[in-house]
């Protein structure tokens, strides 16, 4: 009689694990459609989510558009967003002319006429120039080195002319992450001769800096720790290469601080493009002001300033683009800007550089990418002559794999743009 009592018994254990296992999957089939389960999804980090960029055929130069973000399994096999990535363009044809006498990165460069003066600029880390190269566009050849004064800033200066003198703002003094400078300067491009202007207020890196309606403006750029952004606007009258004033006034602030930034006059109004907040800092106590990495924002605001007292807000760039305030030249009512540096890689955390040419046409408002450069650089210096755009100098990229900055150049290129 034990055999079918067992048997019973068996049968029935079988028919209660089948009918709990159907409750759990019924219980668990109302549990995940239930909101708290959406919940659960829409709270994952960014870092977790896919973020793939569509960038419609024609269209290189509006916003990218996101879709919508879903669970990655695989990191490595995370799509990065066109910000970290390099935007589609055409190819250029790059003629390399004569090489710069010496490697620049963090240089400065003012072109008036056919003659594209380059100042300054780390050779290395521990390194700085302290004097002008001329590279003159009707012969394609480099010439007529002269010296800076001895006060006169090494890297991150502001700088404009007015078709014979130069104007050069503030700055960073000496190698590493040292200090800046308040000391101002003119330059007259005919005689080579030097003069002091009235000291900024306070030092500034890297200041956008520009000629307009009679008056020396410079605006933004870091403080004197290097890091953090600067929002004043300061400016003095000036004519052919003297003060009109002992001192600078207060202008309106800027909406957004920071250094490395293009700042254009056109078409009357003032404008500025891009940059970044935040910078390398000179290390607690070193004694050669060794640089250390802080985090940084880079963006690709465009800000302008007109008739009235506010700035307006023009679209952005197709990415945000830093170490770009040499890197433009107007061509046919366009802002041509070549490379510069984007937001630092998400999972390496490298900086990340760009090769794009962008393009921002003033009668439309539009950005897009018209090309790309030989490889990915920042800090270029920018020219144009006789329907050729020219760029040296900075710091290049490691290969095509590998948009990290490696090694600073002096090389100089050109090609035909056609607009």
């Known amino acids: 009689m034990r055999r079918p009592v067992g048997k019973h018994r068996s049968s029935r254990y079988v028919v209660a694990c089948v009918l709990l296992l159907g409750f759990c999957l019924l219980y668990d089939y109302f549990w995940s459609s239930s909101?708290?389960?959406?919940?659960?999804?829409?709270?994952?980090?960014?870092?977790?989510?896919?973020?793939?960029?569509?960038?419609?055929?024609?269209?290189?130069?509006?916003?990218?558009?996101?879709?919508?973000?879903?669970?990655?399994?695989?990191?490595?096999?995370?799509?990065?967003?066109?910000?970290?990535?390099?935007?589609?363009?055409?190819e250029l044809e790059w003629e390399k002319m004569a090489t710069a006498p010496v490697p620049r990165l963090d240089g400065a460069a003012i072109q008036i006429g056919n003659l594209l003066f380059v100042f300054a600029g780390y050779g290395t880390i521990d390194y700085v120039h302290s004097h002008v190269d001329i590279y003159n566009f009707s012969d394609n050849t480099w010439g007529g080195r002269f010296d800076m004064p001895k006060d006169m800033a090494h890297s991150h200066l502001g700088m404009v002319t007015d078709g014979r003198y130069i104007y050069i703002v503030t700055g960073q003094y000496g190698p590493q992450c040292r200090g800046p400078t308040s000391r101002?300067?003119?330059?007259?491009?005919?005689?080579?001769?030097?003069?002091?202007?009235?000291?900024?207020?306070?030092?500034?890196?890297?200041?956008?800096?520009?000629?307009w309606r009679g008056r020396l403006h410079v605006m933004g750029g870091s403080k004197e720790n290097r890091h953090t952004p600067g929002?004043?606007?300061?400016?003095?009258?000036?004519?052919?290469?003297?003060?009109?004033?002992?001192?600078w006034r207060n202008e309106i602030p800027i909406p957004r601080g920071g250094p490395h930034r293009a700042c254009i006059v056109v078409d009357d109004r003032l404008m500025v493009i891009g940059g970044q907040e935040g910078d390398f800092m000179a290390k607690p106590?070193?004694?050669?002001?060794?640089?250390?990495?802080?985090?940084e924002v880079v963006y690709g605001d465009v800000y302008v300033l007109g008739d009235g007292n506010q700035w307006k807000v023009l679209p952005s760039m197709p990415k945000p683009?830093?170490?770009?305030?040499?890197?433009?030249?107007?061509?046919?009512?366009?802002?041509?800007?070549?490379?510069?540096t984007t937001e630092k890689h998400p999972e390496t955390k490298k900086m990340v550089l760009n090769g794009e040419v962008f393009q921002f046409n003033l009668?439309?408002?539009?950005?897009?990418?018209?090309?790309?450069?030989?490889?990915?650089?920042?800090?270029?210096?920018?020219?144009?002559?006789?329907?050729?755009?020219?760029?040296?100098?900075?710091?290049?990229?490691?290969?095509?794999?590998?948009p990290s900055p490696k090694k600073v150049i002096g090389d100089m290129y050109r090609t035909k743009l056609k607009l």
Do not use: M
């Open 184 to 211: 101002t300067f003119v330059l007259d491009t005919e005689t080579k001769h030097w003069k002091d202007l009235p000291p900024l207020p306070v030092p500034r890196y890297a200041p956008a800096t520009q000629l």
């Open 363 to 402: 009668d439309t408002l539009k950005w897009s990418v018209i090309g790309k450069l030989p490889f990915r650089v920042k800090t270029t210096l920018v020219g144009y002559w006789e329907g050729w755009f020219y760029f040296t100098s900075g710091q290049r990229d490691k290969g095509p794999q590998d």
């Open 231 to 247: 929002v004043d606007h300061w400016s003095i009258a000036v004519k052919d290469g003297v003060a009109q004033e002992k001192e």
């Open 321 to 340: 683009d830093s170490h770009i305030e040499f890197a433009w030249a107007l061509v046919n009512h366009s802002i041509i800007i070549a490379g510069g």
């Open 285 to 295: 106590g070193s004694p050669i002001f060794k640089c250390s990495r802080r985090d």
């Open 35 to 90: 909101p708290r389960f959406t919940s659960v999804v829409s709270d994952w980090s960014p870092a977790k989510a896919v973020t793939t960029v569509v960038i419609p055929d024609g269209a290189a130069g509006d916003a990218p558009a996101k879709e919508k973000a879903g669970k990655s399994e695989k990191a490595p096999d995370r799509k990065l967003s066109a910000t970290f990535a390099d935007l589609p363009g055409p």
